[in-house]
Nanobody, 126 residues
Framework: QVQLVESGGGLVQAGDSLRLSCAAS????????MGWFRQAPGKEREFVAT??????????ADSVKGRFTVSRFNAKNTVTVYLQMNSLKPEDTAVYYC?????????????????WGQGTQVTVSS
């Protein structure tokens, strides 16, 4: 059974850091691009970051560029994706979702990701 399980969310103050993790299992994800998306209350889900299958190429939304870093670790039966978030701002408050797509190359379009986690809440207070 395919599972993407996020962890690491929480309540922090502006300027703090958090590291989100996503453990993907249940099928082979080592050739899959992975992405992070977020959704704030009353807003549509938006792209945050993506990483190619090898981890060699990353791409970020302009709103997080320079503050967030996405990375991945491909183990034998599990792929773990990380999102290091620094200099957090109140506008980063959202539920953060990990996603996987069949292609080895990332996309900013959430409709191109077939597998999703349940999300983890990140709240940044001012």
């Amino acid at each position: 059974q395919v599972q993407l399980v996020e962890s690491g969310g929480g309540l922090v103050q502006a300027g703090d850091s958090l590291r989100l993790s996503c453990a993907a299992s249940g099928r082979s994800f080592d050739t899959s691009a992975m992405g992070w998306f977020r959704q704030a209350p009353g807003k549509e889900r938006e792209f945050v970051a993506t990483v190619t299958w090898s981890g060699g190429t990353t791409y970020y939304a302009d709103s997080v560029k320079g503050r967030f870093t996405v990375s991945r670790f491909n183990a034998k039966n599990t792929v773990t994706v990380y999102l290091q978030m620094n200099s957090l701002k109140p506008e980063d408050t959202a539920v953060y979702y990990c996603a996987a797509r069949s292609s080895s190359y990332g996309s900013t379009n959430p409709n191109e990701y077939a597998y999703w986690g349940q999300g983890t809440q990140v709240t940044v207070s001012s």
